[in-house]
């Protein structure tokens, strides 16, 4: 019986992998960004499955979807079980999702089982991860953490469009968020699955590994300004140039890791004006996305790199304005959940591996709250963010087992 069922819910979470693949802004490739048709098309969708496996479903003002298995007579901390189902453009179809819908599947089965928690359980689907849209990392997340900066209603996409308009143009009231009580709380714990995005499990040839920490980051934003020019009649020395300046830093950034190998810099976005083919750039904005293992190391680089910077916009006579977006200290996963974890994917595979995760995730910026713990399953060739991204059957069954393993260890001991 056991075996039949999640035979079941697992072929029906593979088709919901390819049906949410398909919600997309642009007919061509994945891109679902925060509070958008497609993530409202999303939520409903989530929730109709969160539903149909037995939970409590609602969609909260920003988009979270949260599905509750109350326990009216619950003593422990609650256990939290999150991803999220936003995008970055042109995505791959398992970030986030597929740790999204394992959850659900994995409580089905629980359901069928007949299994009956000792403390309330939460699945959850994060709006705003990857912060793609808004430059606003973590936005469900520290909203249901109880920490979201009410100033963060006023950021704008690259339409001018606020995050406070965006809620309301999909019927949501930004006026709610205030009163609504944090569901994560501090004695709770916050377990999160999540393809790997990196090589290290194919390397090893194993399909699940145990996220020991996640490395902290910056998001940073950069606008170096100068001045616009005929391209035929302005001479050399009398250019500023806003987009050679820009380049020159940028080839700056990617040399950090040459000092500090364990840090990562990377240029992922970038705008110029006037951006025509005839005309010297006047201004160019760019982003920085700097991470490292340790948060201490991080803030050394950071000003490190922006001393660099404004050197390069000095010489070259030009305006820079640097902005911080967004920063996240470094995030130790709870050695109890950890062990726990390990027990589970010990008996679906010879070993466990620990892993540091590079990539940021929502248990990030919950970890500030409450303790976490994480599984990574291999995708192929490390790749993701791409739409070649890719994690087989095989491995999506052999982490829905070790996931309900690992939940009904975590509920029984930690």
């Known amino acids: 019986m056991k075996t039949r069922a999640i035979d079941a819910i697992h072929s029906k979470l593979l088709d919901r992998i390819e049906i949410l693949g398909a919600v ?32 409590v479903a609602t969609i909260d003002p920003l988009q979270n979807v949260i599905g509750s298995w109350p326990n009216a007579h619950a003593t422990k901390p609650a256990l939290h079980l999150g991803s999220h189902y936003d995008t970055v453009v042109n995505a791959g179809k398992y970030d986030g999702v597929l740790g999204l819908l394992l959850n659900i599947a994995a409580i089905e089965i629980l359901q069928i089982e007949g299994y009956t928690p000792q403390r309330h359980i939460n699945a959850i689907g994060f709006c705003d991860e990857e912060g793609a849209r808004f430059q606003t990392t973590f936005l469900g997340s520290s909203h249901l953490c ?8 006023e950021k704008r996409d690259a339409q001018g469009i606020t995050v406070r308009d965006a809620m309301q143009a999909r019927d949501l009231d930004p006026e709610k968020l205030s009163a609504i ?7 709770d714990l ?39 020019g005929h391209a035929g009649t302005v001479p050399p020395d009398l250019r500023r140039d806003a987009l050679a300046a820009a380049a020159e830093m940028i080839l700056e950034i990617e040399k950090l890791p040459v000092d500090a190998p364990e840090a990562r810099a990377t240029v992922g976005q970038l705008h110029l004006q006037p951006n025509v083919s005839n005309a010297i750039p006047s201004q160019v904005d760019f982003t920085i996305d700097l991470r490292h293992p340790k948060f201490d190391t991080l803030k050394k680089l950071r000003d490190a790199l922006r001393t660099q910077l404004r050197v390069i916009a000095a010489k070259r006579q030009l305006n820079l304005q640097i902005e911080y977006l967004q920063e996240s ?25 620990e892993l540091l995760s590079g990539a940021g995730h929502d248990a990030l910026k919950i970890a500030q709250t409450c303790p976490i713990g994480m599984l990574f399953i291999r995708c192929q060739d490390g790749l993701s963010h791409h739409p070649e991204e890719h994690v087989s059957p095989e491995d999506i069954r052999d982490a829905l087992e070790a996931w309900i393993e690992t939940i009904k260890t975590i509920d029984s001991e930690w």
């Not at 009580?181 to 004695?187: C, V």
């Open 190 to 228: 916050y377990l999160e699955a999540h393809i790997e995005q990196g090589p290290a499990l194919e390397a090893l040839d194993l399909p699940l590994g145990i996220v020991t920490g996640i490395a902290a980051q910056s998001r940073i934003q950069v606008s170096v300004s100068g001045k616009t």
């Open 181 to 187: 009580t944090p569901l994560i709380k501090a004695n």
């Open 24 to 55: 997309s802004a642009e007919e061509d490739r994945l891109t679902r960004l925060s509070l958008s048709r497609e993530m409202e098309t999303a939520s409903l969708l989530i929730k109709s499955w969160m539903s149909s496996a037995g939970l």
């Open 146 to 153: 109880g920490d979201l900066d009410p100033s963060v209603l």
């Open 329 to 353: 200290t470094e995030a130790r996963c709870d050695r109890k959940a950890k062990a726990l974890i390990a027990r589970s994917v010990s008996k679906i595979q010879k070993r466990a591996p």
